[in-house]
């Protein structure tokens, strides 16, 4: 009986949890207008300057977010262990071989480690950066990262266009450079 209660208090405890997890994941960013589906789109008054940083890449060289500037920037927080960042590696490095000489920039944030990284990289056929959070700075609190996957689009001027919590399909990913260039 006892270990009965204990069970379903642990159930009860891992569904508050896991309701929070998933809430959190809807909050929506400041200036920006939610689609329903985890996605947000600047406003054109709302436009927020994105903060520059600076971070080590698999070569251990270091990479600024300034660097990108003049270029629309698609910027992914994501981690190898994460199963929708799986899912969405194949599109993003597609839609990124696509985009690449229309002044699109591609740029990938995880906090994974670097053995695992370079696999992964290897193994997907990633050819964009792929910067390591925590190797000059700890980045993701600072844009308030609290689910992977997420994406931001970067207008030429470094202001942020979107925003989504969540994988993208091929298609949100392509709008939402198309609305950004």
């Given amino acids: 009986m006892r270990i009965k209660k204990i069970s379903i208090m642990l159930i009860i405890i891992s569904i508050l949890l ?4 998933l809430a959190s994941c809807f909050i929506p960013f400041r200036g920006f207008r939610e ?3 985890g ?3 600047a406003t054109s008054e709302a436009l927020i300057k994105a903060e520059d940083f600076t971070l080590l890449d698999l070569n251990n060289n270091k990479v ?3 660097d990108f500037r003049g270029k629309v920037v698609v910027l992914n927080f994501w981690a190898t262990w994460c199963p929708p960042c799986r899912v969405e590696i194949g599109d993003f ?3 990124s071989n696509a985009y690449k000489d229309k002044g699109v920039q591609f740029i990938g944030v995880s906090d994974d480690d670097v053995s695992a990284l370079e696999k ?3 193994d997907y056929g990633i050819d964009y950066p792929t910067l390591l959070d925590g190797s000059v700075d700890r980045i993701m609190p600072k844009w308030g990262i609290s689910a992977i996957p997420t994406t931001f689009i970067l207008n030429g001027d470094g202001e942020i ?4 919590v969540g994988m993208m ?3 949100q990913l392509i709008n939402a450079i198309e609305q950004s260039l």
């Fill in 64 to 66: 600024s977010l300034s």
């Fill in 161 to 164: 266009m979107f925003k989504n």
């Fill in 39 to 41: 996605a947000a789109t």
């Fill in 120 to 122: 992964f990289v290897s």
């Fill in 18 to 21: 896991l309701s929070v997890l």
């Fill in 35 to 37: 689609d329903g589906n």
């Fill in 93 to 95: 490095v597609e839609v």
């Fill in 169 to 171: 399909s091929r298609d």
